[in-house]
């Protein structure tokens, strides 16, 4: 079976961790699941390619990085002879005799044999027999595991007296064992983001790598060789500058340290809380940091100081520096451009450049701003409103000649005039109502296609409906079509008819104060 081939997507990433991170073949192949060897080959043509730094790099699109890096496609090596591992295995528990030394032997009988990292590779395969726990030992600033407790608080509505449950989240520096915890309301992508963001503040600086736990929030879809992060985790860790390691499913031994640090938590926060009484997530976060702080000052029992003291001393000094503004909370969303090259998101519309009408984008969404992407590459950017409906159109996405366009406005009223008059008068009410006509061809557009569902006479009624009640809405026409009321007869101006005099009405007169009443009786006598 053929190799899977690798996205250009990957590659940059590669090339990211590489020339931006500065991270070891060994630890970028470990985050992107790919051989060292091949992190290695990606390196060497970049380096050919003539980029020495990741600012070549970030801006160009995929494809012509692909042309770039990949000019000639080479044929596949063919396959080598494997050597006798187990006569291998034999001479190496010689005294002396290493892996290195073999492997110059094997090279000397078969100069065009594996290379080294495949040769240790290929033995480590062929000579596992037992399934050994190996003992890890981390180096400082090298990962941070991150992990949610499966217990969780209790905390009271003070307005409903309803019990609510928080999660609790948990991360653990490796080498020295530094830990931060807090309590969130879900695991959902915004609190599992925001959580990461208030570790990195807490520890302040950066890991090398973050180590998860495959959790829907952070990792897409779980595959062995290729984890899928999700985008909004993986712009998190591009603002950081880390990188993101998910451990192995069904592989808790991967993340050893958080799940130790997860109990030790449960031990000596969780428990200590079990009688306290929290009646809002801020009070209960205040009860976790004092507790925090108590269980990073304890004491090692068989090693000197304690985790705040090799934090401070070891640790804190090979983080990388925070970056001068914390991450903000972004969703990713896949879109087609429309023919009136806008995209929706939160039920607003946003233009993007004409030429990507009809085609692919992801778009990119904070609390203040969106941006449009293609093929990696920001091509728009706008302010986000919170006003459902509208359009945000930048001048420069429009097209220079919009009669050349194949959509114009005199198109769209001509196709409506064929399925009835007050069917073409809604469209143009439509269009008169934007400020460029181009943002009504969706709602335009959405009214036309009713006719193959309702049949030109109900479309053709209930426009009319429609303009008789001053709606020229795409909304207000379903609903007319939906509720069967495009027939009804429509409600005519009514006569103001004048109420009959009756004795028993008492009149304005009677409430007038009596001492009015007075006068006017007086005035009317003198006259």
Known sequence: MSRKSIGMKKIKEVLRLKFCSKLSDRVASNSCKIGRTTVQDYQKRAKIAGFSSWEQIKDIAEDELEKLLFPISTKQAKPQSWPDWIKIYIERKKPGVTLQLLWEEYLDELPEGLGYSRFCELFNENTRCLNLTMRQNHKFGDKLFVDYSGKKFEVVNSNTGEICTAELFVAVLGASNYTYAEATWTQQLPDWIGSHVRTLEFI?????CIVPDNLKSGVTKAWYYDPEINPSYADFANHYQTAILPARARKPRDKAKVENAVLIVQRWILACLRNHRFFSLKELNVAIITLLIKLNDRPFKKLPGSRKSMFEELEKVTLKVLPATAYEYAEWKKATVNIDYHVEFGLHYYSAPHQLARQKIDV??????????????RVASHVRSRLTGKHSTISEHMPANHQACAWNPDRLINWA??????????????????EHPEQGYRASLGIIRLESKVGKDRLDAACKRALFYCSPHYRTVVTILKNSQEFKPLPEAQEEKQLPTHNNIRGAEYFRPKKEQGDKNAITTNA
């Open 204 to 208: 302040d600086g950066v890991p090398a």
């Open 417 to 434: 005039s064929k399925l009835g008059g007050h069917v073409a008068l809604i469209v143009e009410s439509i269009m008169d109502s934007r």
């Open 364 to 377: 990119r969404a904070t609390a203040t701003t969106i941006e449009i992407f293609k093929d990696s590459k």
